[in-house]
T-cell receptor
Framework: KNEVEQSPQNLTAQEGEFITINCSYS?????LHWLQQHPGGGIVSLFM???GKKKHGRLIATINIQEKHSSLHITASHPRDSAVYIC??????????FGEGTQLTVNP | EAEVAQSPRYKITEKSQAVAFWCDPI?????LYWYRQILGQGPELLVQ????????DSQLPKDRFSAERLKGVDSTLKIQPAELGDSAMYLC????????????FGEGSRLTVL
């Protein structure tokens, strides 16, 4: 079993919809990262969380340390949000463990 | 804006040939990572450097892969000889301090082995 599980694996939405991507992990962590990867490969760091909630534009990330769970929300989704969203966690220091990613497609 | 530079962006090679990838992290970033990402999967750590020292290379196939970060700045990842299964995206990332901060990724180097 992967230490980091994401759901759903694939998500298709209509433009304007509210989107939630979930990440669960099985061990204690020092931080959780949400990353965005567009076709072509480049990865962009969206958030780094160790507690609570962070917001940047239309993106919101939350983490519940006790439940070992994090969510990434996108409000008013847009086709340019189409990408793979990856959850990664720092377990025992600087090494990152990655989830498999969630492929998001937002249709106009 | 500072960014992580990688080259080449794309590399096509025949199996048994040697391949090298280069990464220049953001200035001042002590931690540098090389990841391999196979299509449809999450990145897999190959090697992590703290300055010029290797912190973690437990997943690096050392019979064919090597990595160095001389002077603790830029880094080179080499594969010799390349095998068909090495076809993947090779991603470099860097972060400040001891690596528990925000990660900054390069655009990646896509390798195709024929």
């Amino acid at each position: 079993k992967n230490e980091v599980e994401q759901s759903p694996q694939n998500l298709t939405a209509q433009e304007g919809e509210f989107i939630t991507i979930n990440c669960s992990y099985s061990v204690g962590i020092s931080a959780l990262h949400w990353l965005q990867q567009h076709p072509g490969g480049g990865i962009v760091s969206l958030f780094m969380l160790s507690s609570g909630k962070k917001k940047h534009g239309r993106l919101i990330a939350t983490i519940n340390i006790q439940e070992k769970h994090s969510s990434l929300h996108i409000t008013a989704s847009h086709p340019r949000d189409s990408a793979v969203y990856i959850c990664a966690v720092n377990i025992g220091g600087s090494r990152l463990t990655f989830g498999e990613g969630t492929q998001l497609t937002v249709n106009p | 804006e500072a960014e992580v530079a990688q080259s080449p962006r794309y590399k096509i090679t025949e199996k048994s040939q040697a391949v090298a990838f280069w990464c220049d992290p953001i200035s001042g970033h002590a931690t540098l990572y090389w990841y391999r990402q196979i299509l449809g999967q999450g990145p897999e750590l190959l090697v992590q450097f703290q300055d010029e020292s290797v912190v973690d290379d437990s997943q690096l196939p050392k019979d064919r892969f090597s990595a160095e970060r001389l002077k603790g700045v830029d880094s080179t990842l080499k594969i010799q000889p390349a095998e068909l299964g090495d076809s993947a995206m090779y991603l470099c990332a860097s972060s400040l301090g001891t690596g528990t901060g925000e990660l900054f990724f390069g655009e990646g180097s896509r390798l195709t082995v024929l």
